[in-house]
């Protein structure tokens, strides 16, 4: 399909088939989660505003769309026993994978927090960690 002759109805379509069961590609049950079908809109935007830019098109199929919604997930959280049970299990593997997790836990940090630590970021003297 040439990028001239696509209209706001195919990637409403698409878009849509992406949240239904089998259409990932790494064969898990289940359709992509919001949160990616957001990134393909986000995507899409940017290519559909780069060929109206480069006067492929007149106007973009995106530009009276709206944005999928990203629903809300509750978390889940360990309690009181999980947090022991995950503290035993933590003994079992190599020092630095637990400490890894043990700060994740204790911190309530995310993967990438966690990830971007660095030594200038623990002030050992009054015991913190600095995440922003």
């Known amino acids: 399909m040439r990028v001239d002759s696509i209209k706001p109805i195919h990637i409403i379509n698409l878009l849509d088939m992406l949240g239904e069961d089998g259409s990932r590609k790494d064969n898990k049950s289940g359709g992509l989660a919001d949160s990616s079908i957001y990134q393909v809109d986000k995507a ?68 990438g927090e966690n990830l971007a630590l660095e030594w200038e970021y623990f002030n050992f003297k009054e015991n913190f960690i600095s995440v922003t």
């Open 44 to 111: 899409f935007r940017s290519l559909f505003d780069r060929a109206k830019e480069w006067q492929l098109i007149k106007e973009s199929p995106m530009q009276d769309l709206r944005r999928p919604r990203i629903k809300k997930k509750e978390m889940n959280y360990l309690d009181e026993n999980g947090a022991f049970d995950l503290l035993a299990a933590l003994k079992n593997i190599d020092l630095l994978w637990r400490m890894y997790f043990i700060t994740a836990m204790i911190g309530g940090l995310r993967r």
